[in-house]
Every structure is written in C-alpha cells, then in structure tokens.
T-cell receptor, first 109, second 113 residues
Framework: AQRVTQPEKLLSVFKGAPVELKCNYSYSGSPELFWYVQYSRQRLQLLLRHISRESIKGFTADLNKGETSFHLKKPFAQEEDSAMYYCALSGPGNNDMRFGAGTRLTVKP | NAGVTQTPKFQVLKTGQSMTLQCAQDMNHEYMSWYRQDPGMGLRLIHYSVGAGITDQGEVPNGYNVSRSTTEDFPLRLLSAAPSQTSVYFC????????????FGSGTRLTVV
C-alpha cells in the first residue's frame, strides 16, 4: 500500500534559520514524489517534484530511496514561507495521488 | 485561462439534504479528482476520473457520487449530507495522474448541521 507520513504537524523556526520538513513514504516500486504548498486562504499549488530536480523559492528536496524519504529543505527561512506543506506520492500506473497529513510551518521574525 | 473553477465557495447544509459541488477546468486535462481536506488527516481522495465517461472510487467514496459527461466538468454529489461530511473539498486536474503535478481549485467549505 502506498502511504505518505509527515511526522511533524507543526514546525516553527526563526527567520534566517534553516528549515527541514520531513516526509517518509512507503511504496513498492518507483514513486513520483511532490511537495505542495498552501498559503493562508489560497489554493494548494505545486511547489516542486522530485523528477525535475528543481529549486523553487529556495526550497529543494532530494529523494532518498534507501531511507524512503523526500524531505523538503531551505537554508534560510523567510516569513513568507509560513504555510501548510503537503508531501504527495503517485505511482506509475496508479490513478491515485496520496497526500500526507501536512506540516504547518511558521517562520517567526 | 481560469484553470480549475469550483462553486460554491461556501455552503451550509442540513443533515439529509443533497447538493452538488461543481468543478470545471479549461486546460483540456484528462484527469480530474476530488479530495476532502480535514485537520490532521491531510487530503483524502474521494473519486477520480481519467477521462470523459470514466470514473472510479478513491479512498473515501461513501456518501458521494460523481459523473464525467464532458472533459471539462466533474461534479461531486452529496446524496444525503451528514455532519461527518463537514470538510473543505478540493477539485484537482492534471494532464494525467501525477505527472507534472495537479492544478487545484480554490475549494468549497461545506458545513453540515
């Protein structure tokens, strides 16, 4: 069964500090992994996907197949990064994308 | 380019009432889906469609119906509303499942009293 676990419901850091949002998954095969972000009163939007190996708004995420993790990182958090972050997984051939429970990030001034 | 449009944005229903949440996309996406968002549970898939005329159940389909008569529209019907269906509902679309990621609508906040 495919499952996404985000162990932290809440995460709080100070502006300028590094931030890491954890995501672990279980999937028997080669998954496609994504991070979505939801800013206050806005719709969910795609932040980044592992297959493109991109950096968006200073965020990066590396797929670690050995540890089945896809943690989201940013070296210097900004106040505008405060939002809800969801990790999501989709498997090739699956008509289904599974989301984690989400982590609410607060960046304090 | 409107993307994914959901209506209404807010709705209050009485237990036992029925209603339809509308979702339309103008990107010619084949894949559309409905999720509900609940605190501490993230987004859970209700129903999805891989193309016009094709629908299937997701993780939490009970109490909901869908149809896909056109590529653009994917309405979600609540047959007999229950307080447990109080949630925020999101419609999403994509060229295909996963892929480049989903485009989400702005959500419908539903309260069942």
């Amino acid at each position: 069964a495919q499952r996404v676990t985000q162990p932290e419901k809440l995460l709080s850091v100070f502006k300028g500090a590094p931030v890491e949002l954890k995501c672990n998954y279980s999937y028997s095969g080669s998954p496609e992994l994504f991070w979505y972000v939801q800013y206050s009163r806005q719709r969910l939007q795609l932040l980044l996907r592992h297959i493109s190996r991109e950096s968006i708004k200073g965020f990066t995420a590396d797929l670690n197949k050995g540890e089945t993790s896809f943690h989201l990182k940013k070296p210097f958090a900004q106040e505008e990064d405060s939002a809800m972050y969801y990790c999501a997984l989709s498997g090739p051939g699956n008509n289904d994308m599974r989301f984690g429970a989400g982590t609410r990030l607060t960046v304090k001034p | 380019n409107a993307g994914v449009t959901q209506t209404p944005k807010f709705q209050v229903l009485k237990t036992g009432q029925s209603m339809t949440l509308q979702c339309a996309q103008d990107m010619n996406h084949e894949y559309m889906s409905w999720y509900r968002q609940d605190p501490g549970m993230g987004l859970r898939l209700i129903h999805y469609s891989v193309g016009a005329g094709i629908t299937d159940q997701g993780e939490v389909p009970n109490g909901y119906n869908v149809s896909r008569s056109t590529t653009e529209d994917f309405p979600l019907r609540l047959l007999s509303a229950a307080p447990s269906q109080t949630s925020v509902y999101f419609c999403a679309s994509s060229q295909h499942v996963g892929g480049r990621g989903y485009t989400f609508g702005s959500g419908t906040r539903l309260t069942v009293v």
